[in-house]
């Protein structure tokens, strides 16, 4: 089966410097810092995965004060790092056009909001994305959408030589999960499981690595 190809999968993590030890040990690859996101408590790196795909590794940020709302992703909640959840690409008015062709389906993705954050160089990111909700809808498996609009794709900056060679998932209840995805056109394998779980494998330096 095929899987749309994310714009980024997101892996939380509780230490970041540790994290991207551990990355850059597992994959022979060290990810970038790209950036904090103020307010919010958190802090990421980042993986090129191709010229319009990444792998984001995000973490409590201990440059910022704890955020007044817990930080996104469930991340207090964990206690080991973990693939959480996805972002499928939307562009321009697609994005709006499939929340609204979502909602007629039965699917809420959330209200659609701008965001904003800089790169250490001082690029300005700005893009709008389908509001991330808590719980994540089917505990991460169905993606939040992501336009980038005129900003510069984070992949762009990040380093090379991973590459995504399949996304699946596993689910209690498989059907509900695929009624969700094909309501917002993403196409994602999913099998039954015994927990809700988002399973990566990617080629890198040092060979097949899955992330879950």
Not at 55 to 84: N, T
Request: charged content about 20%.
């Amino acid at each position: 089966m095929t899987f749309t190809k994310p714009d980024h999968i997101v892996y939380v993590v509780q230490d970041l410097a540790a994290a991207i030890d551990d990355v850059a040990a597992r994959f022979g690859l060290r990810p970038v810092i790209g950036g904090a996101h103020p307010g919010r408590g958190t802090k990421m790196a980042l993986l090129a995965l191709d010229d319009r795909t990444y792998l984001e590794v995000i973490g409590p940020d201990p440059d910022q004060p704890p955020p007044e709302r817990p930080r996104s992703f469930g991340m207090d909640a964990l206690d080991q790092p973990k693939l959480v959840t996805w972002a499928a690409p939307a562009a321009g008015p697609d994005l709006d056009a499939r929340v609204a062709a979502a909602r007629a389906a039965g699917y809420d993705p959330g209200p659609v909001g701008p965001y904003a954050r800089d790169r250490p160089d001082g690029v300005h990111l700005a893009w709008r994305m389908s509001t991330l909700r808590d719980p994540l809808p089917a505990e991460g498996l169905v993606p939040f959408l992501i336009d980038w609009g005129d900003s510069p794709h984070p992949a762009t900056g990040a380093p090379t030589g991973c590459t995504l060679l399949d996304l699946r998932a596993a689910h209690p209840q498989p059907e509900a999960v695929r009624a969700m995805l094909r309501a917002i056109a993403v196409d994602l394998p999913v099998e039954r499981g015994p927990q809700p779980t988002l399973i990566a494998t990617l080629d890198t330096p040092n060979g097949r690595v899955t992330l879950r």
